[in-house]
Each structure stands twice: as structure tokens, then as C-alpha cells.
């Protein structure tokens, strides 16, 4: 069945360090591609999203881009802050079940001063 | 602020008791999603309900049941409590379309005391 497989944390880095958290699925069809983020005590809101293979989803410095040849949509950020402490979860949607959505365990990250 | 709207936010209650989670998705949204969020497991899917139909079922105990309403608005219920059932309790909602976003709620935190 569907699924998603993320890198597992926790991750700590220090501010203005280049982020990367690896995502790979396994879906039949054409799934969409999303991350979503929790920050410390709230529900989870959507980061970015992708449609179809290589399109980039983007936002708040944040990138990441569907690709499937390798079945992989890492999240990349050039230069965290202290602020995107936070759990990152990597996420997708089909079709071909329904639209169900599919979650990772989440990555825990700390940025630290 | 989602448009998911979840109560309550906040619960204590003993073990053996029942109790009631109630969630209004954003407007429009057909389908909602029940999760739960613990410490141990993660972000654990429990039920998807589209129109007032159940859609599909994850992991969701015995004890506990859900439905949706015919305003769209959705309850969990969750009976003969026991302590690992303390958890976050997170209701989404989404237009149950292709590529679309599901949307968070902020959670219900109940503690089983």
C-alpha cells in the first residue's frame, strides 16, 4: 500500500546551517506530495506541496521537489533559524485511494543560537 | 487559524469514563479525518468520514467510535478509558479532491487520569 518513509530525528542544528530531511514514498499512480509543520503545542499546517513529478514546492524558505524517478521529496532549507524549531512531517495524497492521506513519523527539528 | 474548529481543547477524566471530542471542519470540506497524536506512536490515523459516510479506517480501537453529521460536523467518541489513551486528538478536514490540502485542527489534549 501507499506509504512514506522519512528520516528520523531528532535532528539539531545550529542557526544558518543548511537543513535537509529526507523523504521517499511508495504509491501507485500519481500521488501529490506534501510537508506539513508542527510547531511546539499547535496542530500541524501545511508547509509546502507538489502536484506532479518535478514540480517544487516552496514557502517560507523552504523547498522541496517532487521527484520521481527516485520516489523522493526532501525538504531542503538554505540557513534555519531558531524559529523553525518544529516537527516536520512529510505527507501524501492519491487518488487511487481515495485521496487518503498518508503521514510520516515526523522529524523533530532544534535549531540552536 | 485552519477553519478546523475542535472541542474541547483541553480534557482530564478517569479511567473507565467516556468522552465525547466534537470537530466543525472548514466550510465546504466534505471530508474529516480523525488522528491521534502520542508521545510513543506518533500520528496515528484513526478514521476518514466523507458526506456522513465512513471512508476508510486506520487504526482506531474498539472502544472508541465516530460519526459525522449531516452539517458536516464530526464527533469521536471514546468509551472505558484507559491511561494510554492520554494523547493529542487531532480533527482535518479537506475538499477530499485530488492534490487538495487537508487542514489541522489544534487538537484536543485529553489526559486519563
Known amino acids: 500500500g501507499d506509504s512514506v518513509t522519512q528520516m528520523e530525528g531528532p535532528v539539531t542544528l545550529s542557526e544558518e546551517a543548511f537543513l535537509t530531511i529526507n523523504c521517499t514514498y511508495t504509491?501507485?499512480?500519481?500521488?501529490?506530495l506534501f510537508w506539513y509543520v508542527q510547531y511546539p503545542g499547535e496542530g500541524l499546517q501545511l508547509l509546502l506541496k507538489a502536484t506532479k513529478a518535478d514540480d517544487k514546492g516552496s514557502n517560507k524558505g523552504f523547498e522541496a521537489t517532487y521527484r520521481k524517478e527516485t520516489t523522493s521529496f526532501h525538504l531542503e532549507k538554505g540557513s534555519v533559524q531558531v524559529s523553525d524549531s518544529a516537527v516536520y512531517f512529510c505527507a501524501l495524497s492519491s487518488p487511487n485511494t481515495g485521496n487518503q492521506f498518508y503521514f510520516g513519523t515526523g522529524t523533530s527539528l532544534t535549531v540552536i543560537p | 487559524d485552519s477553519g478546523v474548529t475542535q472541542t474541547p481543547k483541553h480534557l482530564i477524566t478517569a479511567t473507565g469514563q467516556r468522552v465525547t471530542l466534537r470537530c466543525s471542519p472548514r466550510s465546504g470540506d466534505l471530508s474529516v479525518y480523525w488522528y491521534q497524536q502520542s508521545l510513543d506512536q506518533g500520528l496515528q490515523f484513526l478514521i476518514q468520514?466523507?458526506?456522513?459516510?465512513?471512508?476508510a479506517k486506520g487504526n482506531i480501537l474498539e472502544r472508541f467510535s465516530a460519526q459525522q453529521f449531516p452539517d458536516l460536523h464530526s464527533e469521536l467518541n471514546l468509551s472505558s478509558l484507559e491511561l494510554g489513551d492520554s494523547a493529542l486528538y487531532f480533527c482535518a478536514s479537506s475538499p477530499d479532491m485530488p492534490g487538495n490540502t487537508i487542514y489541522f485542527g489544534e487538537g484536543s489534549w485529553l489526559t486519563v487520569v
Open positions: 504509491a501507485t499512480g500519481y500521488p501529490s
Open positions: 468520514y466523507y458526506n456522513g459516510e465512513e471512508r
